[in-house]
């Protein structure tokens, strides 16, 4: 039993993990049609909306675990796990970009996943003084050493 739950976890992951690739590849073949001020703002609000859809579904997955009289103790106590890592990484990922954005930029998505961390922000480009606001404030949130920082400007 135990073993069909973690196959069924890493199935349900993998197939999220597809779905999201999908839609970026949709999203940015819809994208490369349009001037490049929508293509920015479109930029953004996709990522976040492709991003809050994936972690919706992820949450539900976790909470039908956590909830199925059919999950064994261990399986309940991973899904528990993964969900409260899921919803710090969430809030961390929300504080910095907020934080980015108080910096002056116009806007920005942050991503965190193995310890690396990633910032695209809305710029043409960036000065070394506005990389190292940056990376200040990723460093003070997030205790991420430099060498695992990695900021996009995106016009």
């Not at 839609?23 to 930029?43: E, F, G, K, M, R």
């Not at 899921?86 to 108080?102: H, N, P, R, S, T």
């Not at 998505?109 to 990376?135: D, F, M, R, Y």
Request: net charge negative; with cysteine; proline share 2%.
């Amino acid at each position: 039993m135990k073993k069909r739950t973690k196959i069924i976890i890493l199935s349900v992951m993998v197939l999220l993990l597809g779905v999201t690739g999908y839609l970026n590849i949709a999203l940015n073949n819809q994208v490369s049609n349009q001037d490049p001020v929508t293509t920015t703002s479109s930029y953004f609000t996709a990522y976040r909306t492709d991003r809050e859809s994936t972690r919706d579904q992820e949450l539900l997955y976790y909470d039908a675990i956590i909830s199925s009289e059919n999950s064994t103790a261990e399986a309940i106590a991973t899904a528990e796990s993964a969900r409260l890592a899921l919803v710090k990484q969430m809030d961390q990922e929300l504080v910095v970009e907020g934080l980015i954005k108080a910096k002056g930029f116009d806007d920005c998505v942050v991503t965190i996943s193995n310890q690396k961390v990633n910032a695209v922000v809305k710029a043409a480009k960036l000065t070394e003084p506005e990389v190292a606001q940056i990376v200040n404030v990723i460093q003070s949130q997030l205790g991420t050493s430099i060498e695992n920082i990695k900021i996009i400007p995106v016009e």
